[in-house]
DNA sequence: ATCATTCGTTGCGTATACGCAATAGGCCAT
DNA sequence: ATGGCCTATTGCGTATACGCAACGAATGAT
């Protein structure tokens, strides 16, 4: 299964689906399909996501699931990776 | 388009399409379907492969044509990128 | 209380990614 | 000359990615 981050990277932007489906050519229905696992995009369209964002294919797209951000910020009180 | 170097790697690793097809997890005409462009694979496919050769996705697959591996190596006598 | 925007979902259609089996040609052994 | 390994191709089947239309619910602004 992949898991993606396209939600949040969205969040980030201040995108609509219906603006990140345009930008990347593909209907807004598509974008919630694909943000909520229904189904997981095509090469290519990984590809526009990933670019679109800025970012490689591996910062959207994961074999693996993502860790929360919390962790990935290097998160102190509740005792994460650097105890 | 997605243009892909899958050949190009695979020739590196000395793997066959046979091999390759069994470390992806996938039929072996698969693996020829897509380094021919026949078909795009999937995102999950995408990232098994880029991670069986170690590299990022964007190295494997791209939207626009990759140079030519002389190019990249920075050949000199042909007079390409420093001239 | 209306209206716009966003999102979730469902249904139906088409294109295509993939599996599997079979065939055929090239090349390198023996 | 036979046999293996690699590759190309074709045909048929299924799963799924996507388009499009429609509806319902939630929020926020006026």
């Known amino acids: 299964m992949v898991h993606n981050r396209i939600s949040l990277f969205r969040a980030e932007k201040g ?3 219906k603006e990140l489906a345009a930008a990347v050519g ?3 229905q ?3 399909f694909i943000e909520r696992g229904d ?3 095509s090469c290519e369209l990984a590809l526009k996501l990933a670019q679109t964002f ?4 591996e910062a959207l797209f994961s074999l693996s699931p993502f860790p929360p951000l919390s962790e990935q910020l290097g998160a102190r009180s509740q005792g994460a990776t650097n105890a």
Chains 1, 2 share one sequence.
């Open 15 to 17: 995108l609509s689906r």
């Open 54 to 57: 800025g970012v490689p294919v």
């Open 30 to 32: 598509t974008i919630g």
């Open 39 to 41: 189904y997981q995009p």
């Open 26 to 28: 593909v209907n807004p």
